[in-house]
């Protein structure tokens, strides 16, 4: 790693939390007859072979030990020796660092601050979105977007239930955003809710035949024809506008030959109307508006 790597490292080491992990080190007995190379150093070490693409324990140790100046802000690291370093890999427990990820993953999940909201569907809830992270050219030559600009796209995957991406794909920065999501991974019966740049039916067709359900925001020259239109119940939020039963025309229902659901909701913060298409027609009006407002407002109390 070079020193800017280093500095970067040290940044992703920041969000460690350092006392869950010395709390594990103790019910685990792992620093126990350790000979100067400690479980938070032996961490750090591993972290640091597999963002450095390390491919030896040579490249590992020699790494850290030419970083020296920089460790002080990885928390008292030690650089190990070549031997002392497969030591401990061989002998050191790997349940103290499994057990870590898990309580590291429930704590990062904790620090989003956003309020659980609670809805009546036992289905798991994922938000999609993209976004540019621009990049400067003259270290980042492959990352080219415009002429004189550098970016990536980055596809990511939010688990709604602890706040945490589930999964991130990386592409350039002039992959579309539809495009980015044919290589998300999916979970049969779970719900995916994004913004009207994922409006491709293919890629929707796709979704529906694995079993998932979506709640979408169609675009505004949608071409369809209405089957049937839904009454609203009483008890409906007043933002409901529409909620109906429809086919499409021409090339999208070549693309999505089934049946749709499309819901209108109104926006009173942009003072818009917000059209929805979904492919679950069981959910109340109100679970489809509630969805689409959490795309926005995650801390929103219904």
């Not at 999609?128 to 270290?139: G, H, K, M, R, Y």
């Not at 020259?221 to 086919?247: A, G, M, S, V």
Request: proline share 3%; charged share 25%.
């Amino acid at each position: 790693m070079t020193r800017t790597n280093i500095t970067l490292f040290a940044q992703i080491v920041q969000h460690l939390n350092r006392p869950i992990f010395n709390k594990l080190v103790k019910e685990h007995g792992s620093d126990k007859h350790q000979k100067g190379f400690d479980s938070w150093s032996h961490l750090i070490s591993m972290l640091f072979c597999h963002l450095g693409k390390s491919e030896s324990l040579r490249d590992i140790s020699n790494g850290l030990r030419s970083a020296t100046g920089n460790l002080n802000h990885l928390g008292n690291v030690h650089p190990p020796t070549k031997s002392n370093l497969g030591y401990q890999n061989k002998h050191r427990s790997w349940e103290l660092f499994r057990d870590y990820y898990y309580a590291l993953l429930k704590y990062l999940g904790q620090q989003a601050g956003f309020k659980r909201v609670k809805f009546r569907i036992k289905s798991k809830i994922f938000l999609l979105d993209a976004t540019v992270i621009s990049l400067c050219l003259s270290l980042f030559d492959w990352a080219r977007y415009k002429r004189r600009k550098g970016a990536i796209k980055m596809h990511t995957l939010l688990d709604f239930d602890g706040n945490l991406p589930a999964y991130v794909n990386i592409t350039d920065g002039k992959t579309a955003d539809n495009k980015g999501a044919y290589d998300v991974p999916l979970v049969k019966n779970s719900v995916i809710v994004a913004d009207r740049f994922y409006n491709d039916f293919s890629l929707l067709y796709i979704w529906d035949s694995n079993g998932i359900f979506f709640v979408i925001r169609h675009k505004t020259n949608l071409n369809f024809n209405t089957i049937k239109e839904n009454e609203l119940p009483d008890d409906r939020h007043q933002h409901i506008l529409i909620d109906e039963i429809i086919e499409l025309t021409g090339i999208s229902k070549e693309k999505y030959p089934k049946k749709l659901r499309r819901v209108v909701v109104w926006d009173d913060k942009n003072n818009q109307t917000i059209e929805l298409l979904t492919n679950n027609f069981k959910w109340s009006c109100n679970t489809i508006g509630e969805l689409r407002l959490l795309r926005y407002s995650p801390t929103i109390n219904f």
